[in-house]
């Protein structure tokens, strides 16, 4: 990640020093960045080098891009219960509503 970061700053004509004070993230945080003590910065650290630079987060880490493709897929489902409770009378949403929080509560013990 640090290599992409310098990466962008050397395009840009800048040095890290200038990243960190124009997006206010610390010096030091990227400086653990480079030596090799994190892995990666916070997704709000990275957000503001994204915005910075004009990229997007997948640029960094694909796994992002991943995991929108996933909320998408999750949102459709929601959507898709949602569309179909509006044809359900009452006691047919009570009645799910017991099975659904029983799958639920099943899965998390």
Same mark, same amino acid.
């Given at each position: 990640?640090?290599?992409?970061?310098?990466?962008?700053?050397?395009?840009?004509?800048?040095?890290?020093?200038?990243?960190?004070?124009?997006?206010?993230?610390?010096?030091?945080?990227?400086?653990?960045?480079?030596?090799?003590?994190?892995?990666?910065?916070?997704?709000?650290?990275?957000?503001?080098?994204?915005?910075?630079?004009?990229?997007?987060?997948?640029? @960094? $880490?694909? +796994?992002?891009?991943?995991?929108?493709?996933?909320? *998408?897929?999750?949102?459709?489902?929601? %959507?898709? #219960? @949602? $569309?179909? +409770?509006?044809?359900?009378?009452?006691?047919?949403? *009570?009645?799910?509503?017991?099975?659904? %929080?029983? #799958?639920? $509560?099943?899965?998390?013990?």
């Amino acid at each position: 990640m640090y290599e992409k970061i310098q990466d962008l700053c050397n395009k840009k004509g800048i040095r890290i020093a200038q990243l960190c004070r124009d997006t206010g993230i610390p010096k030091s945080t990227i400086s653990e960045l480079k030596q090799g003590r994190t892995k990666r910065l916070s997704t709000q650290n990275l957000m503001k080098v994204a915005q910075y630079f004009n990229v997007s987060l997948d640029y @960094f $880490d694909d +796994s992002f891009c991943r995991m929108d493709e996933k909320k *998408d897929e999750l949102f459709k489902k929601r %959507k898709l #219960l @949602f $569309d179909i +409770s509006e044809k359900a009378t009452e006691d047919q949403l *009570d009645s799910f509503i017991v099975m659904f %929080k029983a #799958l639920i $509560d099943k899965e998390e013990k």
